[in-house]
């Protein structure tokens, strides 16, 4: 991907879609060209630091400029999943999980959303794509919890003709579900945890999980636990080759 430089934008719409989820709606001109290269694509936001104040990076050596800022005027970096983008409207969509909608320890990202308002202004930077199911792939399945909802959705909705995926998502409860835009042949299964530990539900139900014949392409993102338990049980104990498993810690419960 070339080199490029984070680029500022503006809140045109906040909505609730779950009590702990909000989608934020970004608009500016420069994302007529944004580099989407797969339904998981990421996008680092750049987002305005404890005094309110936001300076994004000028240059294409943006980590560098980034990481030599004053601490008084460095943005805080997340990463996001692309949940739409419209290079016509020049729109983005980024689905935001409010992690401490429960318990009062939300961290920045989620912050950040819960008390955006149309015009607040934050930078952004596309940051590729992983979701690659190799040519002999005889089904796929995607595992998350509900910061991975966003890809997953995507996956869903760009799925080409033909694809079978088995999906378990794992969500605090009912509240949580989404309607998702499905192919035919898909099976999908919510796993409430509940007041239970994290992770835990959606682990029992895949060691649980008959899988179809054939070799899998597995999607699996969310909570760093989760992505590194479905991996190792998914090699150790299925035998699912290496190479046919896409695996990532998008946040740490320790650092939401």
């Known amino acids: 991907m070339p080199k490029q430089i984070p680029t500022l934008v503006t809140v045109t719409s906040v909505r609730s879609l779950t009590p702990r989820m909000v989608r934020v709606t970004l608009a500016g001109d420069e994302l007529r060209t944004f580099a989407y290269d797969g339904p998981d694509q990421l996008v680092r936001t750049f987002l305005p630091n404890a005094t309110g104040e936001l300076t994004l990076p000028v240059t294409t050596e943006w980590w560098p400029e980034l990481t030599a800022m004053p601490e008084a005027i460095r943005p805080i970096l997340r990463n996001y999943t692309v949940r739409r983008l419209d290079p016509v409207a020049a729109e983005l969509d980024i689905d935001f999980v409010l992690h401490g909608a429960d318990d009062g320890h939300a961290g920045p990202g989620s912050s950040w959303a819960e008390h955006a308002r149309p015009g607040d202004k934050i930078g952004v930077l596309s940051d590729g794509a992983e979701y690659r199911p190799p040519a002999d792939t005889a089904w796929q399945l995607l595992i998350g919890d509900e910061s991975a909802l966003p ?106």
Request: with cysteine; proline share 8%; hydrophobic share 45%.
């Open 151 to 256: 890809a997953v959705a995507a996956i869903l909705e760009q799925a080409p003709a033909g694809q079978s995926f088995v999906v378990l998502l794992e969500v605090a409860d009912e509240a949580d579900e989404l309607p998702l835009t499905m192919p035919p042949a898909t099976t999908l299964r919510w796993v409430h945890r509940g007041s239970g530990p994290r992770n835990a539900s959606a682990l029992a139900v895949l060691r649980d999980l008959e899988f179809p014949p054939g070799t899998p392409y597995v999607w699996a993102a969310g909570e760093s636990a989760l992505a590194t338990g479905v991996r190792r049980h998914l090699v150790n104990d299925r035998a699912v080759p290496k190479d046919h498993i896409y695996f990532c810690g998008y946040w740490r419960t320790s650092a939401t």
